[in-house]
DNA sequence: TATGGTTGCTACTGAATTCGTAGCATAGAC
DNA sequence: GTCTATGCTACGAATTCAGTAGCAACCATA
């Protein structure tokens, strides 16, 4: 084995997706960008501690960068929520499924 | 606005994924059912104790379900995972991005 | 019958994470 | 100067997770 873990991209993103949080905090800014503490209201009110940590994390993975009006997505952010558009569709369905 | 709250199924959704541990293990069934005990180590020795919570979860949310040989992903379980595939192409544009 | 292996799962302790709230420092607007 | 909004830190309490031990049921084989 080579000294990088070779671990799929994916399973990276599946880890980062997967924090408490992360995913909440995209879809909220998925339209536009929020200030901390609009963003901390959109997420039920989260403690600020927790939302600056995934703010950090999510900054350094690129998905999201302060803009003028607070904290909104990258390029790379907005691609993101781009390909999960059909999740959208599939929840629907899902819900319905679950009545 | 009505009695239910009409939060939109995606919301749901994206609170499910968001659990810890939850999209790893649907990623851990995605090709084919796995024991209790090899579900643990393929997630890198999680607590059985967390992973018995997981799993009631996903079964009653029916992404999940016992099958002969242990759990495996239900059709539902099986078309998420479909709906997802488009981001494993994203992820690895996303670890190049990261370099 | 009994011996051994696998499986699903519970129990328990300590560590880590999150919640909930209070509050501070900075930066405009008035 | 005063007021408001903003980004953020601090801290104790509550919750969750990690890590390990172990039990009961179910085979299979002898």
Known sequence: ????????????????????????????????????????????????????HRLKLLETSRLVERQQSGYGLTDQGQSLMEVQKPLAQWAQRWQRSLT
Chains 1, 2 share one sequence.
């Open 1 to 52: 084995m080579s000294e990088s873990a070779k671990r799929p991209a994916l399973a990276d993103l599946i880890d980062l997706l997967g924090t408490k949080w992360v995913m909440r905090i995209l879809w909220e800014l998925r339209e536009n960008a929020l200030t901390f503490r609009a963003l901390q209201a959109a997420c039920g009110g989260l403690s600020p501690s927790v939302l600056n």
